[in-house]
């Protein structure tokens, strides 16, 4: 189970993460979760690259350990990382001291002070405590989400999704992933040409 479109009320329980950008102009900020993968995101790179436009990777601690290449080509095209855990644990279903260890852990190699829970799941206490420990850290969440994980849609309904509830601010979700690749691969370049037409810049989130 799972909200394509972030509800209001969900935003107020949780104020202090960010949802979205309320600033002046068209603007979306792009974000991907999971990689570095070895497929996935040298095509998001180069779909981006066409269209001038910067994003935001929430990478995982061991993926950045293994493709450092691919990690590096990241950050010299331009576009900001962020922490996503070392083994992308779910924060409802571990102690504190093991999610916040596997977020240190990762630290070590994303030297960033975004951050984003795997599967949006984390306790407050983590929050706290992970804010106690870094007051500059930034908790991104989103407002969009493309459901490009759902094995059971197709990619023209990611697309639609994100055609439908992305506004000016909004922070929508994409993954490089194994398992998300079929979907992502034909939502995302399409995402990109809509709203380039309509005159909306692509952004990174500001690390």
Not at 20 to 43: N, Q, S
Not at 81 to 104: A, L
Request: hydrophobic share 35%; with cysteine.
């Amino acid at each position: 189970m799972y909200l394509v479109k972030t509800p209001w009320w969900l935003r107020i329980l949780y104020p202090n993460l960010i949802w979205r950008i309320k600033e002046p102009g068209k603007t979306v900020y792009l974000t991907f979760d999971d990689g570095p993968h070895e497929t996935a995101t040298p095509f998001v790179l180069d779909e981006l690259k066409k269209y001038n436009a910067k994003a935001s990777f929430f990478c995982i601690g061991k993926n950045v350990a293994a493709h450092p290449d691919l990690y590096n080509r990241i950050l010299s095209e331009g576009h900001s990382v962020g922490n996503h855990t070392f083994n992308h644990v779910n924060g409802w279903k571990v102690k504190d001291e093991v999610y916040i260890k596997e977020v240190k852990e990762a630290t070590a190699l994303i030297k960033s002070n975004l951050f984003r829970p795997p599967y949006g799941r984390i306790k407050r206490s983590q929050l706290k405590k992970l804010k106690t420990q870094n007051p500059k850290l930034k908790t991104i969440m989103w407002d969009v989400l493309s459901g490009d994980f759902d094995t059971t849609l197709t990619a023209e309904a990611c697309t639609g999704y994100v055609l439908y509830h992305t506004r000016p601010g909004s922070i929508i979700v994409f993954h490089d992933s194994t398992k998300a690749f079929d979907r992502m691969k034909i939502a995302l370049p399409k995402v990109l040409d809509h709203f380039t037409k309509e005159g909306y810049e692509f952004k990174a989130l500001l690390q």
